[in-house]
């Protein structure tokens, strides 16, 4: 057979590259699905001359190729989560919702709708912001109130003309801004208390003001707070426990529209080259995060950990890579100050978007390193931890140049925003990422005991030498008497409940890092809670539970509270319940009340458990409810 003749009419592009072409114009479909530049003309191109111009056009092609297959990946997966936030955002209106955010402030107000919950769709569409208002086009996709502007439409009394939707004013807003920043935010973050060489918060004000998505989040927290007051408040009117509930709701939704809104610039232009708006993006969606794990919506944690670490994975690729090709996480922070690569941070405090990323970052290695003991896979962002959580060996450090040496290792302090230490951290990671391996090798029959009790000494190691250094250093644990009644609950909003009023940080971690050990031992050994070893672990945890200022502290501690009472004996099941019933109303807020759902679990199917052991362990327990648990 006669071999085919390649046309003389396809474009340039397709010859230059050797691929057959299509010939439709104006541009064939090879070059149109690829990204490139599709070039019809009757005369050869100059560089198309058989030679070195040709050659170099066709690596400079090649590139751009691979450059743009990474950008439309990158696109794909930002498109999958638009889709994804438009679920959520219709999830709303789901009666569940209501029911639920109802029982948890402890209010009673009357049904809302499916009408009135999806309002805000039809709100949001009189108030467009006008073209150029935050540089879109007024008929943007996305039409969503701004926060630095009165709502078009509202009335004197804060309601649409229709009177079906309570729409926020700007008076109200402030209010709520502020309740935010001085009573909800420190709650939910008792330890993160910034330096005053470092302004203080000032940045998440900044932030707030910048970052629609996220202030309308940190609304949504602040008035479901301010309604589990209210409803611990004698003679509260039950009108605004009403209000509360509809502007929880309405706020929630505004802020997962305009994630979508703000979402638009990174699909369409990618990380690279944006990466302060990449940054509040991701800000974003951690925030939502954490607002969802705050009010008692669990099953939305993982798209948003999904996407925010995506995100994150894309900043560090783009934008961490020295000229020496190391990976330096100052390297973006650097990128995003006002006067990039011209000073030493230690010299400076940090601008606002540098704040949004060491913040975030934290939170997002936190709960990723957390989220994978229940997801049974090693953290998303493992890569990353030994070049931002560990501190550089002194092999790295030589070969790193004179310029780079204050950009050394740790770059982020996660104990300074929530409490626990890198040290841990990174053996909750290293212990999950044991697990998953460990599962996978006895899946594929090959697995080394050896090297899984080699792996699990040397985490082990760690620990116990971190806790040993905390036995040799000074640990303050007195905390306030107990107030008791509605003023225990504004008092601890009013900010009195400060680290240090809590407990220190060295009993924080010396819980953690025993909660630990006790998993690190599940993984080694199995689901065996009688063993003296796993015993001792529980033992040693509970006294330390105990020994903590208030029951009210629990809330700092979820993920080693549930994992020590998983694994704590029949006759010390009541010592957790006393616990949590001495937190009173505090007890609605955060993942406790998760946890110890987990714990009555799994102390009611002992006996199926005990007749089972092979097919329990930690991850099993944190994943015998409806939704897999996030502990944080």
Partial sequence: MAPSTRSSGGCWTCRLRRKKCDEERPRCQGCLALEIDCLYTDDKPEWMDGGELQKQKAEWLKKEVKRRATHRRERRYLQGLEVRLESLDASLTDDNDVVMSKDLIHATPPSVSTTNASTPHAETQESTPASGSDGRPADSPISVPSPDRPVAGATDHGLLGSGLRAVLSQEVEAHSTML???????????????????????????????????????????????????????????????????????????????????????????????????????????????????IGKPGNWAMHLEAAAQLFNEIMKHHAVTDTGQVCFMMVLLQLGSRPFSWAPKNHPWGSDQATLRFFTAQLLFVDTLASTTLQKPPRLYEWHQHILMTADDDFRKQMPVSEKEQALPHIHIGEFVGVENWVVVSIGEIAALDAWKKEMKRAGSLSVAHLASRASAIEQRLRTGLQKLDEGDCKTDGPASIGGPEQVLGDFAGTFSPVLIHGTALNNRIWAQAAISYLSVVLSGWQPSSLEIRNSVALTIELLLSLASPDCLRTVVWPFTVTGCLAAQDQEQIFRNMVAGMGPLKVFGTIREGVAILEKVWGRRAEIDANPDQWDIGACLNCLSEPALLI
């Fill in 180 to 294: 935010y920043l001085d009573y909800a935010f420190p709650f939910l973050f008792p330890y993160y208390r910034p330096s005053f060489a470092d302004a203080g918060r000032g940045w998440l004000l900044v932030l707030l003001a910048k970052n629609k998505a996220l202030f309308h989040s940190a609304l949504s927290l602040a008035g479901y707070f301010y309604g589990i007051v209210l409803g611990h408040i004698q003679d509260a009117a039950p009108q605004c426990q009403t209000h509360n509930l509809e502007a929880l709701h309405e706020q929630q939704g505004l802020a997962l529209q305009w994630l979508r809104h703000e979402m638009q610039d990174i699909i369409t232009r990618g990380v690279k080259g944006n990466l302060a708006e990449a940054n509040r993006v991701m800000a974003s969606i951690i925030q939502l995060m954490t607002s969802d794990v705050a």
